[in-house]
């Protein structure tokens, strides 16, 4: 077994880790952030993973409800779910605030969440949603679950192997176990290296997570790519023996991922520089705008556009503010950086020149709810794939 350097993103702080006021004259703690590339297993991992208690604590501040797009992606996959596999019973993994299973729950379908976060499974309780406030693994004693979804959870364990089996003793004998996680391929093609943080112990390719499955004796049937997050996938998994029928859909997706090189090391391999690329064209932009005097505010204050800041070096010395729409994120600082987080009323009252955009797998939302900046002559600028004034 070799490893690869696929990212070094320096030492970072935990990206979710909120400042309030009181910290900041405290010290903060920075962690090795570096990606690498097990050569056998195909997975690309974090080199220092952290305990997960660290990251998915009481106060974990993202709430997956913050955006309409995704509740929409959400509604959508629940009436897919329902029509196609009639399921009778639904446990959800990470279910965060009951974003998801609220449109099985509405069905009259029987649900359960797992939630270690406190801070978001109260969100889900108020919804009606049971939740079980407690990590998911193979000692978990559930059992015979129709449907099981880890959506946007697989990539944040740590322990895949344990999480994994545990997904093959909760199935029923012909039940779905669906994944969804952002692609590998587009983490490489759309050098969305930010989406690099402690909070992701994995990248995720299809061949990867098909070998995966298989050690634990689950099979991929189907696959969707999906445009959530940048470009995931949502992969369907059953017992070796269930009946499920795979499509054409999976030999498709892994002949992608093999036309593109994800079997081979060179991908991989050249994938650091890139990254060290966007940042020095990044800086070299926001340096001009500095230089003119123009104003620069961010807008939303997700865990990649700390990774983003941290590793460039963009503190108040660029962005002014940021703003975000989470309750549990405003007054707060952003770690690293410490650049303060405040309600979005405060862009239309700092009537920024430009607003950099970092959430950018929403940026269509946002921008449609920002068109008002154009009335000052604002503009808009995306970091990802390459950085780019709109
Ligand atoms: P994510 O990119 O990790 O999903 O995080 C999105 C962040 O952006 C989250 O903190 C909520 C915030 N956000 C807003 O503040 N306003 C918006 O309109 C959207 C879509 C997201």
């Known amino acids: 077994m070799s ?3 696929f990212a070094d993103l320096g030492a970072q702080p935990i990206p979710n880790n909120f400042l309030s006021a009181d910290k900041l004259r405290a010290p903060e703690v920075y962690y090795p952030l570096r990606a690498m590339l097990d050569t056998e297993t195909r997975l690309v991992q974090l080199e220092t993973p952290l305990p997960r208690e660290a990251i998915f604590h009481d106060d974990y501040p993202y709430f997956s409800s913050q955006s309409t797009t995704f509740l929409k992606h959400a509604e959508m996959y629940a009436h897919e779910m329902i029509e196609r596999f009639h399921p009778k019973n639904v446990v959800e993994v990470g279910g965060n605030d009951g974003y998801l299973l609220q449109y099985f729950k509405a069905a009259g379908i029987s649900v359960l969440n797992y939630e270690p976060c406190t801070s978001v499974a109260a969100a ?3 919804k009606g949603i049971p939740t079980y406030p407690g990590f998911f693994g193979s000692d978990t004693r559930v059992r015979m679950n129709d449907l099981m979804i ?3 959870v697989l990539a944040h364990v740590p322990d895949l192997d344990d999480f994994v089996s545990g997904f093959r003793e909760a199935l029923a004998p012909e039940g779905v176990a669906t994944f969804e996680f952002p692609h590998l391929l587009n983490l490489i093609q759309q050098n969305q290296f930010d989406t690099i943080y402690h909070e992701h112990y994995s990248y995720l390719s299809l061949m990867a997570v ?3 499955f298989m050690k634990h004796g689950l099979r991929v049937f189907d696959v969707q790519e999906l445009s959530v997050h940048g470009g995931s996938l949502r992969v369907f998994a059953c017992h070796m023996d269930a009946h499920h029928v795979p499509t054409q859909g999976v030999v498709d997706v892994i002949h992608h991922e093999m036309e593109f090189g994800l079997h081979e090391d060179k991908v991989y391999e050249s994938f650091a520089e890139k990254v060290r690329a966007t940042k020095r064209e990044l800086l070299d932009l926001l340096i001009i705008l500095k230089r003119e ?4 505010v961010g807008y939303g204050a997700p865990a990649k556009g700390n990774t983003l800041l941290n590793y460039c070096g963009i503190g108040s010395d ?3 503010f940021v703003v975000d729409t989470t309750p549990a994120k405003q007054g707060m600082y952003l770690p690293g950086s410490r650049i303060p987080v405040k309600h979005p009323a405060a862009l239309a009252e700092a009537r920024p020149n430009y607003v950099l955009i970092l959430p950018w797998n929403f940026k269509d ?20 794939p390459k950085p780019e004034v709109i």
């Open 150 to 152: 880890a959506n946007n």
């Open 318 to 320: 660029f962005l002014d």
């Open 124 to 126: 889900a309780e108020a």
């Open 293 to 296: 005097r123009y104003s620069i």
């Open 210 to 212: 098909t070998k995966l």
């Open 3 to 5: 490893k690869i350097l």
């Open 365 to 384: 939302e946002i921008m449609g709810k920002l068109a008002h900046i154009r009335d000052w002559g604002g503009k808009f600028i995306v970091p990802i």
